[in-house]
């Protein structure tokens, strides 16, 4: 009889830690998504301030999947992770990529794209002649990708190269690059301008950015070259990143994606914005 009356009462308390998590579980109705607006294609403000890209027109396919209302806020990027944590908005949309690094202090939907880093130089350039048609996977075989950076090491030497810190780039020129003069800026858009004039040899940026920085007006002689880069401490893809309390949120979210996905609609939109599949199958 006691040891009934033991589970009955050790029940009793499942029940109500139980109900009472119930009881505390969010109701997401409005989400605020949090971007750089300085990505181009990724994000960007286009004219009027208007926020534009490809993972603006994103959220306006998965929000209403998710039947939520979402609010989208510009952030730069420096802040961006503290700002998610101290409650500031909900997730991330801003050509993250999924790190271990990130990964201890935020969680992680399902990845929706995946795009290597290389370089971006003059076409006079030494680094001009070393085919950009191989992609390394430092996740796959870190010593592959190390020797593939060795070998283009010697092509930057006296050479500084420009980068957008904190960002998986920054990592890969620290890691694979070491010996090589870097430069970080606060934007892409920074180190695009420091190129084009002369105050920097080259820069390192995921390729997506990369398209679109050839596009400019006064980039006619750039062109991207070297291998690419990417898995292992590159990433495990481009993600929406998140407070690690809110599984429930995740959840949603990874079914959202989940959904574009198989219907074909992140595959469009990479189209529309990159000019290629970059979705994340």
């Not at 680094?127 to 950076?149: E, S």
């Not at 006064?218 to 070259?225: C, D, H, M, R």
């Not at 994606?257 to 595959?267: L, Q, V």
Request: net charge neutral; charged share 25%.
């Amino acid at each position: 009889m006691k040891r009934l009356q033991v589970f009955g009462i050790a029940a009793l308390g499942l029940l109500a830690a139980t109900g009472s998590a119930f009881a505390q579980a969010k109701k997401w109705e409005t989400v605020k998504i949090a971007t750089e607006g300085a990505y181009a294609p990724w994000n960007f403000t286009g004219p009027g301030g208007k926020l534009e890209g490809f993972e603006i027109d994103l959220i306006g396919e998965l929000c209403p999947r998710m039947k939520v209302k979402c609010e989208i806020v510009a952030q730069d990027w420096d802040g961006i992770i503290p700002a998610l944590n101290a409650g500031k908005y909900d997730a991330i949309m801003a050509g993250m990529q999924i790190t271990e690094k990130r990964l201890e202090s935020m969680s992680f939907s399902k990845p929706y794209a995946r795009t290597p880093g290389a370089f971006l130089v003059p076409k006079d350039s030494p680094l001009a002649k070393v085919p950009n048609d191989k992609v390394f996977d430092i996740g796959a075989d870190v010593a592959a990708a190390q020797k593939a950076a060795d070998e283009i090491k010697p092509l930057l030497k006296g050479k500084v190269v420009g980068v957008q810190g904190s960002t998986t780039l920054a990592t890969m020129m620290d890691r694979l690059f070491q010996g090589v003069e870097v430069r970080e800026y606060k934007t892409t858009e920074q180190h695009d301008l420091d190129l084009e004039a002369g105050r920097v040899d080259a820069i390192a940026a995921a390729t997506t950015t990369l398209d679109i920085t050839l596009g400019k007006p006064g980039f006619e002689n750039f062109v991207i070259a070297g291998p690419g880069f990417t898995g292992g401490f590159m990433g495990r893809g481009v993600a929406v990143g998140l407070r690690k309390t809110d599984q429930d949120l995740k959840a949603m979210f990874d079914e959202a994606i989940a959904s574009a996905m198989a219907d074909g609609t992140i595959s469009r939109l990479s189209q529309k914005w990159f000019k290629r599949d970059l979705a994340a199958k």
